[in-house]
């Protein structure tokens, strides 16, 4: 009886470590990549703010019907770069492509030249066109980074890297629900030796 005691014992640390040991580990290849796509939403997020300004100001100062409809145009695709970088499952299911670095460069890319089109008439408000230009090249340089880190396979290692993390966090929960009964029968156990 002891002895079965004592190989529960053991056998508890050592799971806990493991379990400790699974889930403090972090990816830093993961946590840039995180990190560098929020930033890259935010960028997105300023690319929207601008060019719904430039939508107003073409509508309300009538400079030019044309560049007020693309400036909605601009305004919707950047939303879709948000969305796209979120990673949501719906939206990579809608666009096969966006799950492609690449394509999410490209898409980056065209989002920042539609925000910079279009500056002419804009000289009088130097903040909205400093802004503009702030948004677009910082957003094409994110679009540019992209496609190099596509051509290189980077998103796929990406990919396989997460594929680790979630299977990692699954044994993580498998180790936790198999302690949970073994937990409980220790207890028994101590109870029915005390008695």
Known sequence: MERAEEHEEIAEPSTGALRSRLSNRADPFLVVCRCFSFVTSLIAILCVVVNVLAAIRSFRDSHDVFDGIFRCYAVVIACFVVLAETEWGFILKFSKVLEYWAGRGMLQIFVAVMTRAFPDYMAQRKDLLLLQNIASYMLLACGLLYVISGVLCIGFLKRARQQ??????????????RDRPTQGRVGTVARGASE
């Open 164 to 177: 680790k993390e979630i299977s990692r966090e699954q044994a993580v929960k498998d180790l936790e629900a």
